[in-house]
């Protein structure tokens, strides 16, 4: 059993990481495919009850190339906890850098695992600049901005924003 004494009484807990999909296909030899490895980033998050609990996901997809006809498609999606009453992150920080920061290096090894013994070995992918990515994404275009919206509640105090 582990010692909570001392563990920060504000904040977000991390309660379950879980990858709904994960999907590698072999394509065959094709002209069209791209010389460099083409890849997309996806990210949503939405409260899942009483705005206590909430969900982020990461979708990550990378295409085919010539040296390696296969492409990759893998969501991961994370479970955090509110704790306390004042944290000192705003939730609209946290869902949108944080949650997918955390989220990441499970979805790197998770590409690695499921590529590992496929016929062109490993896929490694290298970090990435979660801050940059999230730049060019709209927060408001998520499940959760529309929660708050659909419950007509102040979206700069339930996200931060």
């Known amino acids: 059993m582990s010692d909570t004494r001392g563990a920060p009484e504000t904040g977000y807990n991390l309660e379950k990481i879980y990858f709904p999909e994960q999907t590698l296909r072999l394509h065959g030899p094709s002209e069209g495919m791209a010389e460099e490895t083409p890849m997309q980033f996806g990210w ?3 409260f899942l009850e009483a705005k206590t609990r909430f ?3 990461v979708q990550i997809s990378i295409g085919p190339t010539k040296a390696r006809p296969e492409d990759v498609k893998l969501v991961a999606c994370a479970i955090f906890s509110v704790v306390g009453d004042a944290q000192s992150v705003a939730l609209s920080d ?3 850098l944080h949650g997918p920061a955390i989220l990441f290096p499970y979805v790197r ?3 690695s695992s499921l590529t590992g013994r496929s016929f062109f070995g490993p896929m490694y992918v290298a970090p990435l600049n979660i801050v940059k990515i999230m730049s060019d994404l709209d927060p408001k275009a998520t499940t959760g901005a529309r929660q708050v ?3 007509g509640q102040d979206s700069k105090s339930s996200t931060g924003e």
């Open 44 to 46: 949503d998050w939405k």
């Open 55 to 57: 969900e982020v996901l």
């Open 94 to 96: 946290f869902v949108r």
């Open 109 to 111: 090894e998770a590409i």
């Open 149 to 151: 919206e659909e419950n």
